[in-house]
């Protein structure tokens, strides 16, 4: 501690030069320039000539409302080190809400890599400089807090894998050379929950929002768009807008608003991005206000480009059914490119406890992995209090442990409250509302959040409830779906275009695909409470077989 260096003062000439500290001269450093005004204002950075960098920024006009300096310096900062304290202290910054940045994407996006001792720089360095951050009021909330919030995970300044760099780097190189010519170009990015789509997809654009507002660019003034069908995860991406200078809410959207919106207007957009696909419609839902035969089509004729994030194991609904088959006859028309992401990016989980997982949503049932063995808790619970308990107890140390349950009972949307298995964990559907998401409302602990309120997003702990609609197949050693089961009414609305045998075949891998999306929330565990007795019989003894 006492090796760091953090001084502070005016920006100015006459403050740039008086540094005299070595480690602020002649290291690699960190430097803060902020204001306090009503709305605060900061840039942050790291260079190897501090002196020179901050003429530079003293000559920039875009720098003229910072009027404060706080240089970061310690004896054993290298340049991987500064690298990665810069990342972090943008990615908080834009966490804690408090300053609007005025950083812009780099030329060349980080990519995440090992150096030398970076535990000690990542996490002793680094608390003891936010701590001084906080200290001096520069900062507001804590560093564990903050990294639990959903904006920090979807921050567009994530260092990211070199897959997900490669597939940045292809749309990037795509959109440039179709954004401003006649058409229409699609471009598909596929991977499974965890894979990084969301956290690729908030960089991209906030890349591409930078890049048309550089004259230089050839990005230069298009009219972008970041779509997603999920309201939770919209609040998410609305929420960074006070942070970043090039975006703004009127860039986020749900997909029935643009294209109603692009009808009246009789516009068309430049770039447009897609996250969650897989909830796009693909019949008309006039409840929704849409009156077209698929949404992800009607979006391609209103955009010259089309990014589309997409995971067929995440539908959720028989009006929002996708396949293969149906991907391709839409996208075969304009010969889209794709690209797939495969590294899991959420879960802290090894081989065994994947494969575990991956086998039971695909209705198997195999002995659970030997806690010694692996990381990730993964543990099948016989009673609901101690399995309530031991969620409440990840959340009191850890923070964003919460409860979902398979949408196996009654939940409207009318005020009243509506129990989940109520001869058992007797707790109600998530009934919490506000413009924060809601598994960052502490009082949402005492609640089941389904899969509208999870989908997309990271818990550190999960606590999953099997409702009556998965079941033990007794003769066959397996899973039983019981569709009938099944309380999402939105979920089975029918459709006209499918047969029976295939619209019962649809239903089952539904309730499937939402036990795959609730089952991969967790970084650090999955807690299961199984509601069949039968089922919850059967896992105890499989868990008895790793003892």
Not at 494 to 504: G, K, L, P, V
Not at 519 to 526: D, N, Q
Request: aromatic content about 8%.
């Amino acid at each position: 501690m006492d090796e760091l260096i953090i001084e502070t003062g005016p920006f100015e000439e006459r403050a740039v030069s008086g540094i005299e500290s070595e480690h602020l001269t002649n290291y690699p450093i960190v430097y803060i320039l902020h204001n306090n005004r009503k709305k605060p204002a900061a840039y942050i950075g790291q260079t190897v000539q501090a002196a020179r960098r901050l003429r530079q920024h003293l000559a920039d006009d875009r720098r003229s409302r910072l009027d404060q300096q706080i240089l970061i310096g310690h004896r054993r900062l290298n340049q991987s080190a500064t690298y990665n304290i810069e990342s972090r202290l943008i990615n908080l910054f834009i966490a804690d809400s408090r300053y609007e940045l005025q950083n812009v994407s780099q030329t060349a996006s980080r990519q995440m890599h090992n150096y030398y001792d970076k535990s000690y720089y990542n996490d002793t360095l680094f608390r003891d400089i936010w701590e001084r951050l906080r200290n001096e009021q520069i900062v507001d909330g804590t560093i564990d807090a903050l990294e639990n919030k959903d904006v920090y995970k979807l921050s567009p300044y994530k260092e990211l894998t070199p897959e997900q760099l490669d597939v940045k780097e292809r749309v990037l190189d795509f959109c440039e050379k179709h954004a401003q010519t006649d058409g229409h170009h699609v471009f598909i990015v596929e991977g499974d929950a965890g894979t990084g789509k969301s956290v690729l997809l908030s960089s991209l654009f906030n890349t591409i929002q930078d890049l048309a507002d550089e004259a230089s660019s050839s990005l230069y003034q298009t009219e972008n768009r970041l779509l997603v069908n999920h309201g939770e995860m919209l609040k998410t991406y609305k929420s960074m807008t006070g942070s970043l200078p090039n975006l703004k809410k009127k860039h986020f959207d749900k997909p029935t608003s643009f294209i109603n919106k692009m009808d009246r207007d009789d516009a068309k957009a430049d770039i447009v991005l897609v996250d969650e696909a897989h909830l796009l419609l693909s019949k008309p839902d006039a409840y929704n206000n849409f009156h077209y035969d698929n949404q992800l089509q009607e979006i391609i004729k209103r955009s010259r480009v089309t990014i589309v994030i997409f995971d067929r194991m995440q539908v959720l609904k028989l009006k929002s059914y996708w396949n293969d088959r149906l991907m391709e006859e839409i996208t075969g028309t304009y010969q889209a490119e794709r690209m797939r992401l495969t590294d899991q990016m959420r879960m802290n989980i090894d081989a065994p406890a994947k494969a575990w997982i991956d086998a039971f949503v695909a209705k198997e049932l195999k002995p659970i992995p030997d806690r010694t063995d692996t990381t990730f808790q993964l543990q099948v619970f016989a009673d609901p209090d101690a399995f309530r308990k031991e969620i409440e107890a990840h959340n009191e140390a850890y923070g964003l442990a919460r409860i979902v349950s398979t949408f196996d009972y009654l939940h409207k949307k009318d005020g009243a409250d509506y129990l989940v298995d109520e001869a058992g964990l007797n707790m109600p559907w998530n009934r919490t509302q506000d413009d924060v998401t809601w598994a960052e409302q502490p009082e949402t602990i005492y609640e089941v959040g389904s899969i509208y309120t999870v989908q997309g997003f990271d818990l550190n702990y999960t606590g999953v409830v099997l409702g009556p609609s998965i079941r033990y197949d007794k003769e066959n050693d397996r899973i039983r779906i019981d569709t009938n089961a099944y309380r999402d009414t939105g979920a089975f609305q029918s459709r006209n275009d499918m047969t029976q045998e295939e619209i019962a075949q649809v239903k089952e891998q539904i309730i499937l695909n939402s036990l795959n999306v609730l089952m991969k929330r967790g970084i650090h565990g999955l807690c299961i409470y199984p509601t069949d007795p039968c089922l919850r019989e059967r896992m105890l003894e499989l868990q008895e077989e790793r003892q």
